[in-house]
T-cell receptor, first 115, second 113 residues
Framework: AQTVTQSQPEMSVQEAETVTLSCTYDTSENNYYLFWYKQPPSRQMILVIRQEAYKQQNATENRFSVNFQKAAKSFSLKISDSQLGDTAMYFC????????????FGGGTRLMVKP | EPEVTQTPSHQVTQMGQEVILRCVPISNHLYFYWYRQILGQKVEFLVSFYNNEISEKSEIFDDQFSVERPDGSNFTLKIRSTKLEDSAMYFCASNRDLYNEQFFGPGTRLTVL
């Protein structure tokens, strides 16, 4: 079974600064997908960024980028130029490359962006 | 922009009662999911559904749970005899293709008294 660990339950950052959220996972699979989802206070989860394990290049999406270290099974999220609207819970998630494609989530990191 | 919708937003029920949570996935999506999040805990996978049958289910999804796509638009989760520990936020999700983004609904908060 896969496990996903987010070691930082809470983090805070000043507006306009950069913050990195950590995620590690454990799997015996070679092909898989990793995701970061954002859950603002409204509670609807929104995809921030995704990474295919077979791609060596780190995914980027505007102010969001990842540092994917496959050998270390690490998948951190960097948010640059933090904005107040980035305040939310952030969940790292893993998906195997097979039918059913269930997401396995980490415990989440609550990010507070301070003005 | 199309979105996943869920009703009701909040459901309160007595222990032992049956509840049905409803979801309308995005119209051209083929894969459907239910997840739950007990307050303060991580989001947990319950079940995935494709081509009118369950693709995968977790240990949580026991005989008390069932899913159905009764028509071309709705996707439902039924809990036959609710327990206190079923109190949670239930999220429906859908996607068009395997391995693509799963789009989540806003959730239904289930409170079992």
């Amino acid at each position: 079974a896969q496990t996903v660990t987010q070691s930082q339950p809470e983090m805070s950052v000043q507006e306009a600064e950069t913050v990195t959220l950590s995620c590690t996972y454990d799997t015996s699979e070679n092909n898989y997908y990793l995701f970061w989802y954002k859950q603002p206070p409204s509670r609807q989860m929104i995809l921030v960024i995704r990474q295919e394990a077979y791609k060596q290049q780190n995914a980027t999406e505007n102010r969001f980028s990842v540092n994917f270290q496959k050998a270390a099974k690490s998948f951190s999220l960097k948010i640059s130029d933090s904005q107040l609207g980035d305040t939310a819970m952030y969940f790292c998630a893993f998906m195997k490359n097979n039918a059913g494609n269930m997401l396995t989530f980490g415990g989440g990191t609550r990010l507070m962006v301070k003005p | 922009e199309p979105e996943v919708t869920q009703t009701p937003s909040h459901q309160v029920t007595q222990m032992g009662q049956e509840v049905i949570l409803r979801c309308v996935p995005i119209s051209n999506h083929l894969y459907f999911y239910w997840y739950r999040q007990i307050l303060g805990q991580k989001v947990e996978f319950l079940v995935s559904f494709y081509n009118n049958e369950i693709s995968e289910k977790s240990e949580i999804f026991d005989d008390q749970f069932s899913v159905e796509r009764p028509d071309g638009s709705n996707f439902t989760l039924k809990i036959r005899s609710t327990k206190l520990e079923d109190s949670a936020m239930y999220f429906c999700a859908s996607n068009r293709d395997l391995y693509n983004e799963q789009f989540f609904g806003p959730g239904t908060r289930l409170t079992v008294l």
